[in-house]
């Protein structure tokens, strides 16, 4: 049988959750992954340093070992100087979403006026802590990321010693704007490099297919994957895998969000491989992420090999990307 080694894999955008959900999917990431960066949209929002603490707690009480890391966020808010000088070591990045554009994110920004946001921003600079960006607008749903690349250039021009990661990118404006500015980055799911809205509406609505940022055109998905198989050294990976209970994502009122964590490295050497690019997998699934955040993980060796793997219908509870169907690759060891 074929196989694949990688090093030290990193996920620089996943979705955890709080309680049961927490228990229930964080085995799955720190399995096969070193470290992930965590994303702070809970109920309430983790915003204060006792918050922060607390989570990273749980989350490494439902980790069956040591050898994962949860690289902690804060939700954004226009933090005072003092509070950032006080939790840089406690962080490696912090979060804005767009208010109400996706999963509990009722609390975000509301208004980009630069003077009002200046404070926090520059402090953030001057401390070299990143800030992740949700980047969309309220527009149309298929431009909504388009329309956000005049935010990115109003932030990188005015703080261009800010490191500023244009998240889950899915549209070929958003990579154009890479090499643009030097302060942008870019992390792309693994479900961006294989949809397009017509996988998901197409026929019949594919509710487990449904995410935010939502999949967009060809043209954009070719886009993505350029600079992913060519591992861009801006560009990394970052999952989005997103839970919810099976009753949210099939029923009216679909919750956004595709549960990738048990099966995205599989899906990532399957692409790769289908273009001749496996030597660039390792870059862009682990060696650019520390590069760009000055990040050292933890060792993990992860093989994987080429045999039928049937995806399962559900991970307690939680319905995975192409549930019931066979993909390509299975994990063989991780040591």
Known sequence: MKTHTLLM????????????????VAPLTAYTYSGAIVMPN???????????????DRIMAAVPNDYFEPYMTLFYKNYDKAFLESIVDEITAIKLYPAGITTNSEEGVSSFDIEEMRTTLETMSNL???????GETDGFVMDREAEFMSIYELLAQNFPDLKIIMEHITTKEAVAMLDKYPNLYATITVHHLLLTLDDVIGGLMRPHLFCKPIAKRPEDLDALLSVALEAHPK????????PHPQH???SCGCAAGIFTAPISLQLLVEIFEQFDKLDNLQAFVSDNAQNIYGICPEF????????????PENYAGVVPMYAGEVIGWAIESVD
């Open 235 to 242: 560009v990394m990976f970052g999952s989005d895998s997103a």
């Open 128 to 134: 070299g802590i990143p800030l992740c960006v949700h």
């Open 42 to 56: 809970l109920v309430p929002p983790v915003e204060t340093r006792e918050d922060l603490l607390a989570y990273r």
């Open 248 to 250: 949210k994502k099939e």
């Open 300 to 311: 993990k060796e992860v093989t994987l090999e080429k045999r039928p793997f049937l995806v």
């Open 9 to 24: 894999p990193l996920d620089m955008h996943l979705h955890l959750r709080d309680g049961v959900m927490l228990e229930n």
